[in-house]
């Protein structure tokens, strides 16, 4: 079956000091990807619950959390219930078993999302991965935005389409980080069907120009 691409770009890049219009600007994409970062899981701070819920009350599209924090069992499901539609915790700051996570965020009505850093295997999550409905892997180190894509990381995308595929795993497969216009189409090949891109979207003059650029690509290399 052809896999629909969806295109979420990260707020990291917009304006924070306009938020509520730069979320209009990027009101064709489909999922609008808020990064959550506490300085302490990754070396930057963004924003928290309050200001997630602000930007949800006037969010045109589905909010992604992405949550590069520590101690996630304890404030993730706050995102799922202001309204987010997926968060996302990582597996590396989950201290307990993460389908403990999945359950509670399913049960405040989200979809459960585990992210992967570059350098953490696929293997040994994959049996976790049945109670989740994304799989974020991480194109780049978590903490920044604008960095180099890390190709290295495809294999771990090759694999989870793979799952997907075989009907061991139903999810989104997501990638997040350095996803512009020289990369998508590799990272789409490999299996990726969620696409997050902050500077190649809010970096460009015409940032709906750009998600649908963005997604033309991906949705060739996907059928083709
Ligand atoms: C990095 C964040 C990304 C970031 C992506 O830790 O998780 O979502 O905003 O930005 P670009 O697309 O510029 O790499
Ligand atoms: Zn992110």
Redesign the pocket.
């Known amino acids: 079956m052809p896999r629909t691409p969806l295109i979420a770009p ?4 917009a304006d924070f000091a306009r938020i509520a219009e730069e979320t209009q600007r990027v009101a064709d994409a489909d999922w609008l ?1 808020v ?1 959550v ?1 506490d300085a302490h899981f ?1 070396p ?1 701070l963004t924003l928290g619950r309050p200001v997630v819920e602000a930007i949800q009350a006037v969010s045109p599209i589905p909010l992604d959390c ?1 949550l ?1 924090i520590e101690a996630p069992e304890r404030w993730a499901p706050g995102y799922a219930e202001l309204g987010a539609k997926n968060v996302t915790v990582h597996a590396e700051a989950c201290t307990g078993d993460p389908r403990d996570v999945a359950r509670d965020l399913r049960a405040a009505g989200a979809l459960a999302g585990l992210a992967i850093k570059p350098g953490t295997p696929l293997e040994g999550y994959e049996e976790i991965l049945r109670d989740f409905d994304t799989l974020l892997v ?1 194109t ?8 180099s ?1 890390i190709a290295d990381v495809l294999p771990k995308v090759r694999r989870a389409r793979e799952l997907v595929d075989t009907g061991h795993l139903t999810l989104f497969v997501e990638v ?5 216009a020289d990369t998508i189409e590799q990272a789409a090949e490999a299996g990726a069907d969620v696409f ?6 809010y ?1 460009a003059d015409d940032p709906a120009r750009a998600i649908a650029a963005l997604r033309a690509q991906a949705a060739a290399a996907l059928t083709g």
């Open positions: 990260s707020l990291l890049s990807h990064d970062m990754v930057n992405h590069m991480m780049v180190e978590p903490g920044f935005g604008g960095q894509f997040d980080g350095g996803i512009n997050v891109a902050g500077s190649a979207v970096g």
